[in-house]
């Protein structure tokens, strides 16, 4: 598949922006901030993925981002999608359906967990994936809880999560930053499979 914008050698990093509800959206603005990080360290090209209601969060996006990315949102379909996200070298992405299409052509994910979403009942299928999560009494809440106060967003800040785009990426392991107080009230879990074929997942 051919995109206008995309050389064959460009290290691709895929964001998928928005989920089903609101509350478990990571903020936009952390995103682009992770982004940042991302361009300027590995000289690496953005592409956004969501549906047509989600076109607001990219735009959103455009205007924080150092770097203008290349913007796919409401612009593909399944087949599309599956292309576009087999080259990427990862996709960060809130716990969605793209996200699980992204684990089934051998991508890599990192999966944001906020509100009621549970890595356990909808972490991503495969090996080597992470899941990041608060370690907070609260998380998950309840379905149909109303937070007026969603601190499991807060202290999932973007210089964590390009820590784990640097582990997952093989540049520099988690243990480098260990005892680092970004880590305070968080759990990052990498996927694998037990010797019986099961998906677990194991702290990083």
Known sequence: MKVRGIKSEDLLFGIHLGASKSDKTWPVSAFAALANM???????????????????LGREFETLAESKPINFIGRTNI????????????????????????????TKVIDIFTANVHFMETGPYGEGHYVVQAALPCVPCAFNVKCDNMVCKDVITPEIIFEVVKESLGQESLSATAGSPIWNDLQVYRTYFDDDGLLGFILS
Do not use: M, Q
């Not at 992405?93 to 052509?105: F, I």
């Open 79 to 106: 087949a599309e999608l599956s292309a576009l996200t087999k080259k990427c070298a990862l996709l960060v992405s809130n716990d969605t359906g793209p996200l699980h299409l992204a684990t089934a052509v051998g």
């Open 38 to 56: 991302i361009t300027r360290e590995f000289d690496a090209k953005i592409i956004l993925f969501g549906s047509p209601s989600e076109v607001d």
